[in-house]
């Protein structure tokens, strides 16, 4: 390296360090933040004129209730103006402040430690916000540690998974009452455009979107220039509104240009013949997906142990039942190592077998780089030690890569090495080492690895003849994995 590289080098050792240090002191600042919310929630609570004019007799006349939610509304105004932000941010800053002060303390004094973000310590406080306060401490001391290591999103998944399992409430109930809350509504973005959120049971809203995201890729392989995210919208409204919803060649109306609007409407009468949008046409005929992980026992009736959706989600015993019972196929992953699952083939084999291949998608769950979120089942399989230099084709060699993060491994200074247990340890291109832990123990906190060291002892030898090898760990176009089998249409 020469001596100007080392100065870059050097520097950009030095700025990185620096934002590291700023983004602690965003999170201690965010901490102090919140305890000063706190005491301003005890302050106006102690103080009722504080926020209320008690001598207006309509005030002095309502009852209780009445009163409080009248000064509650004034205190999350007053907060709002005080602080510069909207009243919908300001009251999620004070729910936040009551939870991690009455039942996540050890959350709120890491946040003011800095030791982790506002994002992370909102996660967890929504996960307990409805918890008694002994479970809350139960669901908090579970998975905080973890926190540091995690992207809030997953982080809040992590959280989701505790709660789910250290909940008293039954499952099916607390489902019940969520669903009476379903609901679709608009905000308005910029530039001519709306955000449209839909709060869904999550079976129906993971299928909606797999729906959509194979539609999108299957469009995108037959030529369609737009995006993805833009083939998921023009599908969602192509299936919503269908002729209505159109415009020139049958293409959803993305802000046209004058010389390109269709002409003014023709006098009433018989709607013209038009043929079927292309893209509603194309996610008809698609079946969506969702893979549901369930206990062997929750199956047979003896239990009532939460299954996962999509390997993150956890859902009720009934509604998992369900959904297995529409399954036109299963698959037995992890849930009996005495039948053999094969976790690893001879070392002549560069093509990963199904099983194991099912395995992986069960045990990471998501891409394996720090932070990424695309599904495993989406990803590619790489072989951590490249198979051309030795790497074994088992589950201790290989973990799931989505296509970017897979090119970056081989194109880029990241470098990554296998530990046990599925943990991959990613080092960045200036020496900083990321210890990332496979995605089931970061929903589940089971012991899967354990079932999965113990299962390869079991496996089964393949004599498949390796295939050529590109040299760089990529599976061979020639032998793409095989879509599961999805759900009847919801």
């Known amino acids: 390296m020469t001596t100007g590289q080392g100065i870059a080098a050097s ?53 209780a209730e009445r009163r409080g939610s ?33 039942k996540a303390t050890a959350t709120l004094d890491a946040l003011c430690a800095g030791a982790i973000s506002y994002q992370h310590a909102s996660k967890l406080a929504d996960a307990v916000a409805d918890l008694p306060a002994a479970v809350a401490a139960q669901v908090e001391r579970a998975v905080l540690d973890r926190a540091p290591a995690l992207t809030a999103a997953r982080f809040g998944a992590l959280a989701r998974a505790a709660r789910d399992r250290l909940q008293p409430v039954p499952a099916e109930v607390r489902y019940e009452a969520a669903a009476l809350r379903a609901d679709a509504w608009v905000d308005d973005g910029k530039d001519g455009m709306s955000w449209l959120t839909a709060h869904l049971p999550t079976p129906v809203a993971h299928a909606i979107h797999d729906r959509l995201t194979r539609t999108a890729a299957r469009a995108k392989d037959a030529g369609d220039p737009r995006g993805v995210g833009q083939l998921r ?29 269709p002409p003014e409407p023709p006098p009433p009468g018989p709607p ?13 005929a698609i079946r969506p997906v969702v893979h549901v992980t369930v206990p062997v026992t929750t199956l047979a009736g003896t239990g009532e142990g939460s299954g996962l959706l999509d390997g993150t989600t956890p859902i009720d015993a009934e509604t998992a039942r369900h959904l297995v019972a529409r399954a036109p ?17 001879d070392r002549r084999s560069y093509v990963v077998p199904t099983d194991l291949r099912a395995f992986l998608t069960q045990r990471d769950l998501t891409c394996r780089f720090p932070g990424c979120r695309v599904p495993a089942r989406r990803c590619d399989v790489d072989h951590t030690t490249a198979w051309a230099d030795g790497g074994a084709t088992d589950a201790g060699n290989l973990a799931s890569l989505c296509r970017k993060h897979h090119t970056l491994k081989h194109e880029s200074r990241w470098q990554v090495e296998q530990l046990d247990h599925g943990v991959l340890a990613w080092t960045s291109p200036r020496g900083r080492t990321y210890l990332i832990s496979p995605g089931t123990a970061d929903h589940t906190l089971d012991h899967l690895d354990e079932w999965a060291t113990a299962a390869e002892h079991l496996a089964r030898e393949s004599a ?3 295939p050529v090898s590109d040299g760089a760990g990529y599976f061979p176009p020639s032998a793409p994995l095989a879509p599961e089998p999805g759900l009847p249409p919801f």
């Open 11 to 63: 520097r950009l050792d030095g700025a990185l360090d620096a934002a590291a240090d700023a983004q602690a002191a965003v999170n201690a600042a965010a901490g102090r933040r919140t305890v000063a919310l706190a005491e301003v929630v005890a302050a106006a609570t102690a103080v009722p004129e504080a926020m209320l004019d008690v001598t207006v007799e309509r005030v002095g006349s309502a009852t």
């Open 272 to 284: 013209p013949d038009l043929p079927p949008d292309p893209l509603a046409t194309l996610a008809r």
């Open 70 to 102: 009248v000064a509650h509304r004034a205190l999350v105004a007053e907060v709002a103006c005080a602080l510069g932000v909207s009243e919908h941010v300001a009251q999620g800053w004070l729910a936040d402040a009551d939870v991690l002060t009455s």
């Open 329 to 345: 196929t299963l698959r037995r992953v992890l849930t009996d190592p005495v039948m053999g699952a094969m976790l690893t083939v």
């Open 233 to 261: 919208a023009a599908t969602l409204t192509a299936l919503l509104l269908g002729d209505e919803g159109r415009g020139p060649a049958g293409r959803a109306p993305d802000r046209l240009p004058p010389d390109l609007l």
């Open 464 to 466: 498949t003849e390796a």
